[in-house]
């Protein structure tokens, strides 16, 4: 297995054999939290304009997405986990448009037939679902902050992850506190940024918090889709 690494949306868009686009803060944790607690498909989306349009097509849908990390106008939620959760995903699609999580998967969506999102919360069952494909090119992209500067959490998931699929150990001891001062988390510690709650940082540290990985399928309507992608006992337990 060659494993390639890359960032940004131009990343994305150059992914080879199998994709796996990190974003811990906060898109990808959301997503994991979203699906685990019965949300029925994330349709991720570029454009803002297409999320509202989508969503006047679907006023049952959960309309979620945030730029520059703050909740767009009329969205029924930011980019938090923690808003997501209130707002009981169970049964429900979300539309999710962020500045960098979604526009990495959608760019890797063209070049690979195979991606998955990256995070802390769901790591392990991540390398387990690739590894169980068995592919020859592993590209791991860092979305970083904004989708244009490299940001420590992005950076550390990804480390962790290529150890993992080179069987190596990777310590995560502790990871809250090694993630509590990167520039990025300082959002959630602001009494001011009401729009990030210090309980985001919290779910986006939970280190396999969620059993399954998270994969981009063709959906019923000619658009992506991401939903769980759960492992048989036997494979997930000796992959």
Request: glycine residues 8%.
């Amino acid at each position: 297995m060659r494993v390639h690494v890359a960032d940004f949306v131009a990343g994305a868009a150059s992914a080879r054999g199998v994709a796996i686009v990190i974003d811990v803060f906060r898109a990808c944790s959301l997503q994991a939290h979203a699906l685990a607690a019965g949300a029925e498909a994330i349709v991720p989306i570029e454009g803002v304009d297409e999320a509202k349009a989508l969503k006047s097509q679907h006023s049952g849908w959960l309309l979620v997405g945030e730029r520059h990390a703050r909740r767009l106008p009329g969205f029924d939620c930011g980019n938090s986990p923690s808003e997501v959760l209130a707002a009981e995903p169970a049964g429900r699609t979300i539309i999710h448009t962020t500045h960098a999580g979604t526009q990495g998967l959608m760019a890797a969506s063209r070049v690979v037939s195979h991606v998955f999102t990256g995070a802390f919360v769901n790591l392990s069952a991540t390398i387990a679902a690739v590894r169980a494909l068995a592919p020859e090119d592993v590209t791991i992209v860092a979305m970083g902050h904004e989708a244009r500067e490299r940001c420590e959490e992005d950076d550390l998931c990804r480390e962790a992850m290529i150890a993992a699929l080179q069987g190596h150990a990777f310590p995560l001891a502790n990871l809250p506190d090694r993630l509590r001062g990167a520039p990025a988390a300082a959002k959630f510690f602001d009494s001011q940024a009401d729009w990030a709650p210090e309980s985001d940082f919290d779910l986006c540290t939970r280190i396999d918090a969620v059993p399954f990985a998270i994969s981009l399928i063709p959906g019923s309507m000619g658009r992506p889709v991401l939903v769980r992608h759960d492992l048989p006992h036997a494979v997930r337990d000796h992959v």
